[in-house]
């Protein structure tokens, strides 16, 4: 038993590392095309086409100086990121590699939970700092988390009726011989735009409005709070486009191909934002509540109802 719980230590500590060293070339390879998609070149100092870019930035934001505002509810104002990042490592570990992990019969709720619980640490933050614009950022995540999530879930559920498991080893196996990008095509745009929302990414980059909020919730904190902030958004980005490529794309994690798939997602995530504009904020309210809600709905009546026929007809 204490073997098994070093060796689930030791293989977490590793999945941290490489998943933050992902992050980092995520953060160069974002840079890279947002700066070909403005024309220019991107970091291409720092060593070889600037690939030491992300480790200079590491130092860079850990060694400035760490601002505590003196009005602010310290303890909380401190501690929100932390909690914030080890949240957003936390979804990793239910990756369903052959090791496990924390991958289980019910890890598509596991996930579900703990990317739910994010948004508390950045109403803390925003409210901990007593600045109206923190205070104003924090609050329109709620509201935009609110509007969304309820879609997203019944998105999701419609995946999970027509594999009747909420293990994410199960969506491997029935997506052997057909993607379930071909087969739930409206729902699957739908659940892509709806994790862009779950990012804050743009066009949905509400929280983090800078023309009118100052950079939002984050805007009072500095050095490795902010360094932990933005490392945690990234590691949610790289989670994402992997739920991405498990749920639409068969996401076989033996294979190479695999890391293709999420490869693309990614890029998919960084085009969207060297593309579009920032919505308005209540029209994303209109688009989940009066589109995407219903729509969800019919879909997941008729997958419900197809899961159904499915299981009595193979009985």
Known sequence: MLSDVVLFIFTSFIQIVCVLVGVAFFTLFER?????????????????????????DAIKLFSKEQLLPIYSNLLIFYFSPVINFFLAVLLWQAIPFFSMNLNFNL????????????????MLAGWSSNSNYALLGGLRAIAQMISYEVSLILILLSFLFLIFSFNMKDLMVYQENAWFLFI????????????????????????????????????????????????????????????????????????????????????????????????????LMYLVWKSYLPISLNMLMFYVAMGMGLMIYFM
């Open 107 to 122: 890890s598509f709720l596991f996930i579900l939970s703990v990317s739910s619980l994010g948004v508390y640490t950045i």
């Open 184 to 283: 739930l095509l409206p729902l699957g745009v739908m659940l892509l735009v709806s994790l862009l929302a779950e990012t804050n990414r743009s066009p949905f980059d509400f929280a983090e409005g800078e023309s009118e909020l100052v950079s939002g919730f984050n805007v009072e904190y500095s050095s490795g709070s902010f360094a932990m902030i933005f490392l945690a958004e990234y590691a949610s980005i790289l989670f994402m486009s992997m739920l991405s490529s498990i749920l639409l794309m068969g996401g076989n994690l033996n294979n190479m191909f695999f890391f293709v798939k999420l490869g693309i997602v990614g890029f998919f995530w960084i085009w969207v934002r060297g593309s579009l504009p920032r919505y308005r904020y209540d029209k």
């Open 32 to 56: 890279k095309i947002l700066g070909y998609i403005h024309l220019r070149k991107g970091p291409n100092k720092l060593g070889i086409m600037g690939l030491l870019q992300p480790f200079s």
